[in-house]
């Protein structure tokens, strides 16, 4: 009878152990484990109500931690895809509003709407600084620092550029330009300041000038050709 009892609990103890592994899918991998070591694909940790709080597992060629709330909703995840790492904070919806990446040319912050409509990110792409604004989920405000020097460009609805306002090896300059091209430039290049009209077509109409030698202005046609200037 004794021996029976040992053998059934054997058994149970199998089945159970197979019922675990189920339950939080811990399916042993092909990598070769120490003694003391266990390797599983998948890990899923609950609370004391039984609900699934934290998952740890991989897929493919990435990796992930998840944080689970109450409602067994994830909340926030912490990723590994093709190498580059990443981190994910969702609101009770299950909607992204913060997202960190990071790859080898680029890093990134990205602060998003409930819609998951992206309304402000902090980027650095090669070395370049970017701070973005957005108005659901449209464009319409960019702080940077590229190879020619810092620029504010604020866009209109459509995405075309409103006001440039950057800075440059020459000197500073300030475009302003509805979407049809017609507007107005602004700049000191090399000391000397300038005003610039343009059409329609975004070609230059009028200048005016400074230069060391005196005041000049200049009228052009619609190709580009000077017609009028002074002195």
């Known amino acids: 009878m004794a021996m029976r009892n040992a053998e059934r609990l054997i058994v149970y103890s199998m089945l159970a152990l197979l019922a675990m592994a189920r339950l939080f899918d811990l399916r042993p991998t092909e990598a070769q484990t120490r003694p003391g070591e266990a390797t599983f694909s998948k890990l899923t940790i609950v609370d004391k109500q039984g609900r699934p709080a934290v998952v740890i597992g991989t897929s493919n060629d990435s990796a992930f931690i998840g944080l689970l709330d109450k409602n067994m909703k994830p909340r ?32 990134g912050l990205a602060l998003t709407s409930g819609r998951e409509r992206e309304e402000a990110s902090i980027s650095v792409v090669k070395g370049s600084p970017v701070i973005g604004l957005s108005e ?7 702080i940077g620092i590229g190879n020619g020097g810092p620029a504010i460009v604020l866009l209109h609805q459509q995405g075309d550029p409103a006001v440039v306002l950057g800075v440059t090896e020459k000197g500073p300059g300030l475009d302003i330009s509805e979407p049809n091209g017609k507007g107005v430039k602004l700049a000191v290049v090399e000391g000397n300041p300038g005003m610039f009209l343009s059409d329609t077509n975004g070609k230059i109409r009028m200048g005016l000038h400074l230069s060391p030698s005196g005041p000049g202005i200049s009228l052009d046609d619609s190709n580009g050709k000077e017609i009028w200037s002074a002195p």
Do not use: H, M, V, Y
Not at 136 to 142: F, L, M, Q, V
């Open 76 to 107: 926030a995840s912490l990723l590994l895809i093709n190498g580059d790492p990443g981190l994910k904070l969702l609101d009770q919806n299950g909607k992204t509003r913060i997202q960190l990446n990071f790859t080898e040319e680029s890093s």
């Open 136 to 142: 659901e989920g449209n464009p319409r405000a960019t």
